[in-house]
């Protein structure tokens, strides 16, 4: 019994709201955009009597908000599919956060093998068995994106799904072992830019452009993608080329804030100050 009201006592702590002029903002891989943006966000802060920690490597948009139901996290930054996602999945918990600011833009690279004949996403449907997609591991930005697609249009829930990512996903779709992988990046981001340097003789970017996809919307109800393409040259040798864009889904990575935490008014409004200050760096520095 004595563990038992210990534990209670523990787990109660855990989720106590955000100290008076203190926020834990959860971000993502320590060498990626998500991270740079939270240490501008904080950097921002400084001098206005909030404290901004940065908390690093949470796994991404799905590990910050598993962390952010924990407690962990007062706010982070994520890709609005991680909240469409939640929504679906965990209604009550969806509504436990609000978005208080746009970042910058991002953009659904898909990359397929040359070999497999695939020149859009949107082929996927037409033989499901017949393909795989790599998505790295369960929660990653590209996992949840296509399980937005899916709820879309469930043509696509008979493609094979991989964990693959990173050099592994990069060489398996270059020898066909895969057919495809997603990557949800700001443009020119490291992955792509390998791939484009040391794997394009065996990898195509190709287009998104299944209608069925504009049909999502996030927990606000509001388009959760836009349509537009990766300009020409953005991957100029070997992927694209300098005459040949992409078009592609893109969206805005966005602060959330977990309103059952951050319940102090002049937090909160500190906290949006802050970082719609930092946005016009966070925007520059990663893209419109």
């Excluded at 959860?26 to 909030?50: H, K, R, V």
């Excluded at 490597?57 to 930054?77: M, P, Q, R, Y």
């Excluded at 700001?186 to 996809?213: I, Q, W």
Aim: glycine share 10%.
């Amino acid at each position: 019994m004595k563990k038992f009201f210990l534990i209670a006592a523990a787990l109660t702590l855990f989720a106590m709201p955000a100290a008076a002029g203190t926020i834990n903002l959860c971000t993502g891989a320590a060498d990626q955009p998500y991270a740079s943006a939270g240490e501008m966000i904080a950097a921002e802060a400084s001098g206005s009597g909030l404290d901004i920690n940065v908390v690093k490597d949470t796994g991404g948009s799905w590990g910050n908000v598993k962390l952010s139901l924990k407690g962990e996290c007062h706010a982070f930054i994520a890709q609005p599919d991680s909240m469409a996602y939640l929504k679906r999945t965990e209604p009550a918990n969806a509504a436990k956060f609000v978005p208080i600011a746009d970042l910058h833009r991002e953009y659904l690279h898909a990359l397929c093998s040359k070999e497999s004949g695939v020149e859009d996403i949107g082929d996927l449907e037409n033989d499901a068995a017949k393909y795989s997609i790599a998505l790295g591991e369960r929660g990653s930005g590209a996992w949840l994106i296509w399980q937005n697609f899916v709820a879309e249009d469930d043509d696509y829930a008979g493609v094979r799904q991989t964990d693959e990512s990173g050099d592994i996903a990069l060489s398996a779709v270059s020898n066909n072992q895969t057919t495809c992988m997603l990557v949800p990046a700001a443009l020119k981001n490291a992955t792509v830019n390998g791939a484009d340097e040391f794997y394009g003789s065996g990898l195509a970017l190709v287009g998104v452009n299944d209608g069925d996809f504009n049909d999502a919307v996030d927990p606000q109800g509001k388009e959760l993608y836009s349509w537009t393409e990766i300009p020409s040259g953005t991957y100029p040798k070997s992927l694209q080329g300098w005459f040949s864009s992409r078009d592609t889904v893109s969206w805005t990575a966005k602060v959330y804030v977990n309103k059952t935490l951050v319940t102090d008014q002049a937090d909160l409004k500190a906290l949006i100050r802050t970082v719609m200050k930092a946005r016009s760096g966070i925007v520059s520095n990663f893209g419109s």
